[in-house]
C-alpha cells in the first residue's frame, strides 16, 4: 500500500511557507511506500521528468477514498527520505575525529619533542647538562637554577627579594 505525499521541490526548499499554507510554491502530488514513514517536512527523493530531484514534504495523505483526487494526480513516485539527522551526525563526528586526531597530534609533537631531547642527552654531555636543568626548572626546583647564562640577573628570585 502507498500514501500520497504533497511536496515542493528543492528550489523552494528555502521559501518560508507554513504548515498550513504552501504559498506561491507550486506543489506535486506523489505515491510514497508506507514503509518509507514519510513526514511532513522531510526533505525527499523523487523521481521527475528531469530524472531525480529534492522535494520537501508539505503533507502525507492517506490512500482512500476521501483523497482519490490527490492519489489520481499522482503518478510519480518518491524514491526515498533523506535521513538529515544521519547527516548531522555524520558531520559531528567528522568533526570530533578531526579535534581528537589534532589533540593526539599535539600530544605526539610534545613525546617526540621530549624523546628527542633525551635522545640528544644520551648523545652529548652538554645536551645532558642543559636537559637536566631544564628537568629541575620544569618540576619546580629552581633552587640551583643558574640565571647568569641567560644574561638577565633582574629575574634571579634571590635577588627579587
Known amino acids: ?5 504533497i511536496v515542493s521541490f528543492a528550489s523552494n526548499l528555502l521559501s518560508n511557507y507554513s504548515k498550513q499554507s504552501a504559498g506561491s ?3 506535486y502530488n506523489y505515491k ?6 514519510v513526514k511532513v517536512d522531510d526533505i525527499v527523493v523523487v523521481a521527475s ?3 531525480l530531484g529534492l522535494a ?4 502525507v495523505l492517506d490512500n482512500n477514498f476521501n483523497n482519490a483526487k490527490a492519489v489520481n494526480q499522482a503518478s510519480a513516485w518518491v524514491v526515498d527520505v533523506v535521513d538529515m539527522n544521519a547527516h548531522s551526525l555524520r558531520i559531528k563526528l567528522s568533526e570530533k575525529r578531526e579535534y581528537l586526531i589534532n589533540q593526539l597530534k599535539e600530544k605526539q609533537n610534545a613525546v617526540v619533542e621530549k624523546e628527542a631531547m633525551r635522545f640528544l642527552g644520551d648523545k652529548d654531555p652538554e645536551a645532558k647538562k642543559l636537559l637536566a636543568e631544564l628537568d629541575k626548572i620544569d618540576s619546580g626546583d629552581i633552587k640551583d ?4 647564562e641567560i644574561g638577565n640577573k633582574e629575574h634571579h628570585p634571590a635577588e627579587n627579594n
Do not use: P, R, W
Request: net charge negative; proline share 0%.
Open 32 to 37: 510514497v511506500d508506507e514503509a518509507l514513514k
Open 1 to 5: 500500500m502507498y500514501q500520497i505525499a
Open 145 to 148: 637554577v643558574d640565571f647568569e
Open 49 to 51: 521528468s528531469n530524472g
Open 56 to 59: 520537501k514534504v508539505f503533507k
Open 25 to 27: 510554491n507550486v506543489l
